[in-house]
């Protein structure tokens, strides 16, 4: 079960990577880079639930259980936060951009924006 989980976080973050890399709409690649991230922490509470599956809540069962740390999960919670601020300010700064230029194509940016 866990390469099944293995193989779809990376896909995730391979199709993101591929995502920034060939797209050429700013658009696109802000979305491209959303997935990719989104990636890269399903990877981070992956490795962080190795230990086990459950949380560490107190409870009236009597047989030894392997918890999860939750710790680095708390530490993921804070890079959402950061990621959604930074994608946030992305768009800011696509709208800024669409609105002094017509287009959202890097191409035409780059040729409108050459000295």
Request: negative net charge; contains cysteine.
């Amino acid at each position: 079960m866990d390469s099944v989980l293995e193989a779809c976080v990376f896909a995730t973050v391979f199709c993101g990577f591929l995502g920034i890399i060939l797209k050429k709409n700013l658009m696109m690649k802000i979305i491209a880079m959303d997935v990719m991230s989104t990636g890269v922490i399903a990877c981070y509470v992956l490795v962080a639930a190795r230990g086990g599956w459950f949380t560490p809540i107190a409870s009236g069962r009597g047989e030894p259980v392997a918890y999860a740390d939750p710790v680095p999960q708390a530490v993921i919670l804070t890079a959402i936060v950061i990621g959604f601020s930074i994608q946030a300010l992305m768009l800011v700064g696509t709208m800024k951009l669409a609105r002094d230029t017509p287009t959202l194509e890097i191409d035409e940016i780059e040729r409108n924006n050459t000295p």
